[in-house]
């Protein structure tokens, strides 16, 4: 039995990694770089079937495993005899090739215009050919937990190699290191679970985390990556440098801007799901953290001496490193500095850069809200150095800072108090409704994927001593979902704006929204009809639909109204399954609740 390797391999929240191809020099370099060819050639099966199953989301099983099995051929030889000419080809490039290199799939699956072009035209065409909404896609095959066990045990390289292609072509964004590390703790729990007497709890159990985990990284992933390939290089460096500034307070400038050289340089490999250069580019980080451990966090030194596997999850679940004693709250250099300006036009970016870290460092209460507080520094400095006595102007900063801060804290105050007063599910219809105004243009699932995830981003941080960066943060990654990755993917005008403006402000900009004007009503299919009674997860899965699909056919009711028919939804399903009868009773209200909301 083959099982899942992850030796060399470590997870690191922050996924702000780049790649270079440069040869190690270090000699810990060069363990580090063993380490993880070695973990790459052990797991170069799971890896196609990740790269494969996100290129090619429609292939099937069988197509995706045929093109894996060609490309472990194409390793073989290759360790064989390094000299072939095929050898020479960067893997991605490989890949793609295979794919195109099929009779009839790219006609197949409608890519056939991605296999004209080459290099990274090519790649650009496969990574836009990409869908987020994978509503296409049949339902996830399920199986009871005694015929998954049996499966398992009659053939497990099968049944995890089937996992990780399902769960990845329904998440085409996902890191591919973030994929196979859920899929080696969906092997563990397999094995743990169908040891249990009661494999049924058991799997649900342990499956809550795992795809909780899935979530939160798909979410920020495909946030930040969305940032970057539409925003540009300098957004993904501030976003950095805020959140390192503020994880390592004690790191000097210096050291933050040679870790972001190989953070931030070639982002793209991870974000256009380059899989083997992406975790190349994770190894080389986190290398480069352990060799500055003592410099960068005393919080962390205790993750070194864990197993490999154990470091990225220590660095994750580590705290805040304190601030250090003797930094004071303001820094004199962009507060009381009278040659600020000049100092600013000898090199902007370096200026910025540095001002945020300043800042970040000092205020690690604020995430995403220092970035906007970078934004509001910049544009009062191009206002008043163009200004007579520009020191006079920039001395209040201090104002614009708490007034940007103060203006946001009361929003955060607001959602906050919606969660207390409303509790989770009328908070999740609050936001169905809201958010299917805005946007009635996404799919019905991604709609109700959304307002489940506002109610858990604000029942996780509105408790918190930090909720203030927590929910800002949270509901950011929520939010930045509706703009998607690739940069084909439209909605309407008003969102379309939001996701292209300054990053720091995209999170008001959405909230600032009124409801779409550009989309007709829609009717989706069997809104209002009803079937036989189900569990009851299944049911407020039927309600949040039927709410969202509501509010797309007539999105001229107000609130009130829209409530008062999710109502009257309930009752019948309350009235209908307790009947002696159900469907019967579901045949005679139905009809009325049907007419009722088309009346209205």
Partial sequence: MKQLKLTGFVIFLFCFFTESLTLPIQPQDVDDFRITQKFIEENIGYITIIAFAQHIQEASFKEVEMLAKATTEYKDQCL?????????????????????????????????????????????????????????????????????????????????????YEVSRRNPFVFAPTLLTVAARFEEMTKTCCEEQDKDSCFRTKAEPVILYLKTLSSFQKTICGAYLKLGPQVLKSINIAILSQKFPKTEFKDLTS??????????????????????????????????????????????????????????????????????????KFTENENVCEEQNADQDIFMAEFLFEYSRRHPELSTPALRIARVYDDLLKECCNAENPPDRYNFQENKFNETTEKNLKKIQQGCEHFQNLGKDDLKYHYHIKLTKIAPQLSTEELTFLGEEMVTALTTCCTLSEEFACVDNLVDLVLGERCGVNENRTLNPAVDHCCKTNFAFRRPCFEALEADKTMPPSASPGLLTFHTCRAHNEELQRKDRFLVNLVKLKPELIDEELWSSLTDFTNIVDKCCTAEGPDACFNEEGPKLAAKSQAA
């Fill in 80 to 164: 064989a005899n390094m000299t072939l000419p095929l050898c020479s080809k960067l893997p991605n490039d490989v890949l793609l090739e295979a794919i195109c290199a099929v009779e009839g799939l790219p006609q197949k699956h409608n890519f056939s215009h991605c296999y004209s072009k080459v290099d990274f035209e090519r790649k650009l065409c496969f990574f836009r050919n990409k869908k987020a909404d994978v509503g296409f896609l049949p339902p996830l095959p399920t199986l009871n937990p005694e015929e998954k066990c049996q499966a398992y045990k009659n053939n497990s390289e099968s049944i995890l190699n089937n996992y990780i």
């Fill in 259 to 332: 870790l972001l050289e190989d953070v931030s340089f070639k982002y793209d490999r991870c974000c256009e799901e380059d899989a083997m250069q992406c975790i190349r580019v994770r190894s080389k980080v986190m290398s480069r953290i352990c060799s500055k451990q003592d410099s960068i966090s005393s919080k962390i030194k205790g993750c070194y001496e864990k197993k490999i596997p154990e470091h990225g999850k220590c660095i994750i679940y580590s705290s805040k490193d304190d601030r250090p004693k003797d930094l004071s709250l303001k820094e004199a």
